[in-house]
């Protein structure tokens, strides 16, 4: 059975358990579908949950009437300080809306709800699909091995004054992973080669780089504090103190010299 057969409920379950940080094998068998069938699901979003169309407004962010009193207190020439305070916001709240606004001269409450609502709408258009030269460098630099991480860093040192050519690390893996913007089959290009997005969870579960058979250092015996065997040392503590002894022994042939003569 094809994943495209997959209800709602079923769909919203493989990405709970995804969430949680279960494999597709675990994620199969918890659900009652094949492996093929979550796999071949997972593979097509990239292991990327979509983003749901934004419905509502959160209760965090600014109403119209209170665009309204901003606009009419830039009128009355307030502050910042005394607009938010009648609103019961933040000083930065209100600044921040006024200054991604058109500032004190331009901002218009109306204007502003609307531009509001197409920064926040949601899925966003992705910013590689749109900047053709910006996706062309991230191609380039995937190629030459680097990580995402360090092309969004580079483009910023480089950049300076084109925002335009910013990227964050985790627009460029979405992109990757869900094969947008002509970046497809780039994955092998990724340091994991992974082609689907690893839950963090996932991550934190994981035994690699982890020696099972590891002693912690609170149960070291108790003759280790006195340092009476080399292999209690550190290997530059071990040398500082031949160093050391070498040294002293050196003095001590100088004053046997100086004393003889």
Not at 11 to 16: A, L, P, T
Not at 72 to 83: D, K, N, S, V
Request: hydrophobic share 35%; charged share 30%.
């Amino acid at each position: 059975m094809g994943y495209k057969h997959l209800d709602e409920a079923d769909r919203d379950e493989i990405w709970r358990l995804r969430a949680e940080g279960h494999n597709t094998n675990e994620i199969s068998k918890r659900c009652g579908r094949s492996y093929a069938t979550v796999a071949t699901f997972l593979k097509g979003a990239g292991g990327l949950r979509p983003s749901a169309p934004s419905t509502s407004r959160s209760a965090l962010r600014l109403s119209a009437f209170e665009r309204e009193e901003i606009s009419r207190g830039l009128r009355a020439r307030e502050t910042f300080a005394e607009i938010a305070a009648r609103l019961g916001r933040s000083t930065s709240t209100v600044s921040r809306e006024v200054g991604r606004n058109g500032g004190r001269r331009r901002y218009r409450a109306t204007a502003a709800s609307v531009a509001t609502a197409g920064r926040t709408k949601r899925p966003k258009i992705p910013k590689l699909l749109t900047n053709i030269g910006l996706r062309d460098v991230v191609v380039a630099k995937l190629m030459l091995q680097w990580s995402p991480q360090q092309i969004a860093g580079w483009l910023r040192d480089n950049h300076l004054d084109d925002a335009s050519m910013y990227v964050s690390p985790e627009t460029i893996y979405v992109s990757l992973f869900k094969q947008l913007n002509g970046m497809e089959g780039f994955t092998k290009c990724l340091r994991t080669r992974r082609s689907i997005r690893r839950p963090h969870t996932a991550r934190q579960r994981g035994k690699r780089g982890k020696n099972p058979n590891m002693t912690p250092i609170a149960d070291r015996p108790e003759d280790v504090l006195t340092r009476r065997i080399g292999g209690h040392w550190e290997g530059d503590l071990v040398r500082h103190e031949a160093l050391l002894n070498r040294a002293v022994m050196k003095g001590h042939r100088l004053l046997f010299v100086a004393a003889s003569s």
